[in-house]
C-alpha cells in the first residue's frame, strides 16, 4: 500500500508560481515513477509530468519549459514547480504513484489562476 498526500495549491496571478508537494508513505521502495496530473471543471484528467526512479522526467506539451518536477528520496516526497502560470493551468492537481501492480492516487489540491 501507498498511500500520497498532496499541498501546496492555492489561488495565484497569471504570471505567477506555485510549489506542488505530494509527500508518499507506505510501500515507497514498490514505486517505479510518480507523476502529477490535473483535472479542470468539465474535462477529462490529463498527464502533467512523470519522474521516474531512476530520475527521468517527462513533460505535456502544454506545460514543457514552465512546470519542474523534482523528488527528494530521502522524504519520499515529489514537488512541482509551476512559473508563468496561466488562467488554463486551473485545475486540480493530483499525484500519482505507479507500482508493479497497482497505481496510487492522491486526494487533489486546487490550483486556481485568476487575476
Known amino acids: 500500500q501507498v498511500q500520497l498526500v498532496e499541498s501546496g495549491g492555492g489561488l495565484v496571478q497569471p504570471g505567477g508560481s506555485l510549489r506542488l508537494a505530494c509527500a508518499a508513505s507506505g510501500s515507497i521502495f514498490s514505486i517505479n515513477a510518480m507523476g502529477w496530473y490535473r483535472q479542470a471543471p468539465g474535462k477529462t484528467r490529463e498527464w502533467v509530468a512523470t519522474?521516474?526512479?531512476?530520475?527521468?522526467?517527462g513533460y505535456a506539451d502544454s506545460v514543457k519549459g514552465r512546470f519542474t518536477i523534482s523528488r527528494d528520496k530521502v522524504k519520499g516526497t515529489v514537488y512541482l514547480q509551476m512559473n508563468s502560470l496561466r488562467p488554463e493551468d486551473t485545475a486540480v492537481y493530483y499525484c500519482k504513484a505507479d507500482t508493479t501492480r497497482y497505481d496510487y492516487w492522491g486526494q487533489g489540491t486546487q490550483v486556481t489562476v485568476s487575476s
Open positions: 519522474i521516474t526512479s531512476s530520475g527521468s522526467t
